[in-house]
T-cell receptor, first 112, second 114 residues
């Protein structure tokens, strides 16, 4: 089945140690999103790619970066994770103008 | 800027009882509205969406929602709740534009008692 896959499901990283989260899709959707969801809070959009065009939300910290080497893959890089970055990170895809988001199962990040 | 308010943080209903989850939105134009469900440790699954047309929309798992422009509301309903419906429910509004960005509410956690 076509889907959005996030790896790993659980990630533990040390304070200040760079970490990369992965998202892949088989839907061939041209838009990919990264959301951060802290405990008992709404998912918050960090950035999105429209094809190769990167779009950062105004309040996304500089500590967060993203790469999209091709249509299928998108990565979230956290350069120096702090304790406040512990959260569920959700990847989603959609087609242009189509609000049919497909979400991955998320990566739960723990910072120790 | 668009926003979504879900006034109920937590709701408990008995299995077989009816359910209504409230959602109010703020958006300058005709909104694109959504309800998503999230089981613990999982991603979000789309229940239903409203773009235009009939203000009562049907979704998966027996859910429906009604768009009321005069009240800026998009409440989610189910006539008879099942224990497996226990989850977190998020209302979202579309921000428009080519990338279809969504703004989510803070969610309502549904507990179902047997």
């Amino acid at each position: 089945d076509a889907m959005v896959i996030q790896n790993p499901r659980y990630q533990v990283t040390q304070f200040g140690k760079p970490v990369t989260l992965s998202c892949s899709q088989t839907l061939n959707h041209n838009v990919m999103y990264w959301y951060q969801q802290k405990s008992s809070q709404a998912p918050k959009l960090l950035f999105h790619y429209y094809d190769k065009d990167f779009n950062n939300e105004a309040d996304t910290p500089d500590n967060f970066q993203s790469r999209r080497p091709n249509t299928s893959f998108c990565f979230l890089d956290i350069r120096s994770p702090g304790l406040g970055d512990a959260a569920m990170y959700l990847c989603a895809t959609s087609e242009t103008g189509n609000y049919g988001y497909t979400f991955g199962s998320g990566t739960r990040l723990t910072v120790v | 800027a668009q926003s979504v308010t879900q006034p109920d943080i937590h709701i408990t209903v008995s299995e077989g009882a009816s359910l209504e989850l409230r959602c109010n939105y703020s958006y300058g134009a005709t909104p694109y509205l959504f309800w998503y469900v999230q089981s613990p440790g999982q991603g979000l699954q789309l229940l239903l969406k409203y773009f235009s047309g009939d203000t009562l929309v049907q979704g998966i798992k027996g859910f429906e929602a009604e768009f009321k422009r005069s009240q800026s509301s998009f409440n989610l309903r189910k006539p008879s709740v099942h224990w497996s419906d226990a989850a977190e429910y998020f209302c979202a509004v579309g921000a428009g534009g080519t990338a279809s960005k969504l703004t989510f509410g803070t969610g309502t956690r549904l507990q179902v008692t047997l």
